[in-house]
C-alpha cells in the first residue's frame, strides 16, 4: 500500500512539473479489421502482444483513415482532410513532383521545438522529389527506411530499383546528412528497423523526451517472412500469421529497449493502422464491408488504440466509440508535447485556424472530457470516382458508385464542385446500429440524408481543383543511370 501511494505521489509530481511523455507512434501498414485478435473478428489469426496492450489501454472503436497510405500519412502530419491537401485521390507514385506541400508545417517540426527529439523509422510515402520534401527536412531529427509505397523485405527494392536509406538532420550544418544503404540488402528488412530503434534508444540522452514515429513495413505486399515465423502452411493465412508474428517481435523489442533505457515507464504508445485491408486471400478485414480503397468501412475503420504502463500518462482506459480522424493525431500529439508557444516564439508562425484536427488530449488521454469531441468527419470527397463519404452523429451518409474503377488522367484537372459526386446514388446507414453496412436507411431517414449531403455541398464550395497524377520528370530518379530512390535536385557527386 505505501509503495502504491509513493507511485502515485511521484506520478502527480511529474504531471505537476509538466513533465512531457515520451511518444512512442506505431502505424501499422494494411493490417486490417480482421488482421489482430481483440476486435474479435478473426479465428486464424493471433496476435497477442497487441490484444495485451489494446485491453490494457484504450481501444479506438472507431478510428477513422483515409483508403489507402498516402492521404492517411499526409493528414497525420499536417492535421488536415486528404480533400483539404489535394491529394485525396491516390498514392504518390515515383519519377514526378508529387510531394507534401512545403508550406505545411509538419507535426514533428512543432514538437521538436517542445524539446522532443524526432525519429522515424519506416515508410515515408509523402514525396521525395526534392530535398525539402524528405522527412530529415520536414521536422525529424533523424529517417530510417524507404520513400515510397513498398519494397521487397529482402532485396529493398521497388520495381527493380534501390529504396532504402537513413538521412539526418543538422541544424549547425542546416542540411542532410545522407547514405543509401545497399550494404544491408539481402537482410529481413524488419531485423533492420529494430537495429535502428535500438541505436536510437540506446543512444538518447533521457533528460530530453523522445518522439518516435515508427512506420512499419508490416504487413504490405509482397507478403514475406523468414521460415521461423511460420506456424502453418496450409493457406495464405499462415502467411499474414507468420508476418504479423513478426512485427509483434519487432515491436516487443522496440518496448524492451525503451524499457532497458529507463524510458517506458512515461512513454505514450499511440497504435492504429494506416486503411482497411485490401481484398486478398491474405489478410481480413472481419465483418467490414469492403476493403482498401473503398469508402465502406472495411477500408476506412481501422486498428486503433493507446496504451501506457503510466495511469498518470493515461488514466483514460477501456475503449470508446467516439470518432476519431488520423487529422486528430497532429492536435493531440502537439498538445501533449507542450503546444504551440514554442514553434511561434522562435518562427512567428502561429497554428492555422482552418486545420480539420481537433485535440482529443483531454478525452482520449487525459479523461477530464466525457463528451466526444468529434460528431462528424467529411471522410472523402473524390471527383475522379465521383464518390464521397460523410460521418455525423451516427449516420453515414455515401454518395456515388462505391465500386467505381475509374483513373485519373496524367496532369488533368478535377474541379470540386456540385457536379464531383453522382448524386443518383445515396446511401445512408445508421453505422453505430449497423457498423458492416448491410441496411441501406435512406428512403427511411430522407430528412437526415438531406442534412448530410447539404454539409457534404457546403464542403465542396471552399475546395480547390484536384490535379490527381503529375507527369514523369525527364532525368528524375530512379533511373537507368541512378537506380535509387532520391531527391533530384542536388549535385550528382552525392549520388552513391
Known amino acids: 500500500m505505501l509503495c502504491e501511494l509513493v507511485v502515485l505521489i511521484l506520478g502527480l509530481l511529474e504531471v505537476l512539473a509538466g513533465k512531457k511523455p515520451h511518444i512512442l507512434y506505431v502505424v501499422m501498414d494494411d493490417q486490417g479489421y480482421g ?10 489469426i493471433k ?15 472507431r478510428h477513422y483513415a483515409a483508403w489507402m497510405c498516402t492521404p492517411t500519412r499526409a493528414s497525420v502530419m499536417t492535421g488536415r482532410y486528404p480533400i483539404s491537401l489535394g491529394i485525396q485521390h491516390d498514392v504518390f507514385k515515383s519519377n514526378n513532383e508529387e510531394c507534401l506541400p ?30 525539402s520534401c524528405m522527412p530529415c527536412m520536414r521536422g525529424f531529427d533523424s529517417f530510417y527506411g524507404y520513400t515510397g509505397g513498398r519494397i521487397s523485405y529482402t532485396t529493398h527494392t521497388n520495381g527493380g530499383y534501390y529504396d532504402f536509406l537513413k538521412c539526418s538532420y543538422s541544424a549547425k550544418k542546416k542540411g542532410v546528412e ?13 531485423y533492420l528497423y529494430n537495429r535502428r ?71 505514450l504508445l499511440i497504435f492504429h493502422s494506416d486503411n482497411g485491408a485490401p481484398s486478398t486471400s491474405y489478410s481480413s478485414n472481419g465483418n467490414l464491408r469492403g476493403s482498401k480503397g473503398h469508402l465502406w468501412e472495411g477500408g476506412v475503420r481501422t486498428l486503433g488504440f493507446l496504451y501506457s504502463l503510466n495511469k498518470n500518462i493515461l488514466p483514460n482506459r477501456g475503449f470508446t466509440n467516439c470518432y476519431v480522424h488520423v ?84 496532369t488533368m484537372f478535377y474541379p470540386l464542385d456540385i457536379n464531383s ?23 427511411k431517414k430522407p430528412a437526415i440524408k438531406k442534412e448530410l449531403l447539404g454539409d457534404i455541398i457546403l464542403f465542396l464550395s471552399h475546395q480547390k481543383p484536384l490535379q490527381c497524377q503529375l507527369p514523369t520528370v525527364a532525368g528524375s530518379y530512379p533511373s537507368s543511370s541512378v537506380p535509387f530512390y532520391l531527391p533530384w535536385d542536388f549535385s550528382h557527386s552525392l549520388v552513391p
Open 327 to 410: 487529422s486528430d493525431w497532429y492536435k493531440t500529439i502537439i498538445s501533449i508535447s507542450g503546444g504551440w508557444h514554442a514553434f511561434y516564439k522562435t518562427t512567428s508562425h502561429s497554428m492555422p485556424d482552418d486545420l480539420d484536427s481537433i485535440d482529443q488530449s483531454n478525452f482520449l488521454i487525459y479523461g477530464k472530457s466525457k463528451t466526444c469531441p468529434r460528431d462528424q468527419i467529411m471522410l472523402h470527397i473524390d471527383p475522379v470516382k465521383r464518390v464521397a463519404g460523410y460521418y455525423k452523429r451516427e449516420y453515414k451518409l455515401l454518395v456515388g458508385n462505391q465500386d467505381s474503377s475509374e483513373s485519373c488522367s496524367t
Open 421 to 443: 459526386i453522382d448524386l443518383s446514388i445515396q446511401q445512408l446507414f445508421n453505422i453505430y446500429d449497423d457498423p458492416n453496412e448491410t441496411t441501406d436507411i435512406a428512403s
Open 102 to 131: 512545403e508550406h505545411h508545417v509538419l507535426m514533428p517540426e512543432i514538437i521538436r521545438s517542445n524539446g522532443y527529439k524526432t525519429h522515424m523509422v519506416g515508410k515515408w510515402h509523402l514525396g521525395y522529389a526534392r530535398w
Open 47 to 61: 496476435t497477442p502482444l497487441l490484444d495485451k496492450l489494446a485491453r490494457e489501454g484504450l481501444i479506438l472503436n
Open 35 to 44: 488482421d489482430v485478435g481483440y476486435t474479435n473478428q478473426t479465428h486464424d
Open 178 to 190: 545522407f547514405e543509401e544503404l545497399t550494404a544491408d540488402k539481402g537482410t529481413y528488412s524488419l
Open 197 to 267: 530503434v535500438k541505436e536510437i534508444v540506446r543512444s538518447h540522452n533521457t533528460s530530453k523526451p523522445l518522439f518516435l514515429y515508427l512506420t512499419m513495413q508490416s504487413v504490405h505486399s509482397p507478403y514475406y517472412a523468414p521460415k521461423k515465423y511460420y506456424s502453418c502452411h496450409s493457406n495464405n493465412r499462415c502467411t499474414m500469421q507468420a508476418m504479423l508474428k513478426a512485427a509483434e517481435e519487432l515491436l516487443a523489442d522496440v518496448i524492451k529497449y525503451f524499457k532497458a533505457a529507463g524510458l517506458w515507464q512515461d512513454t
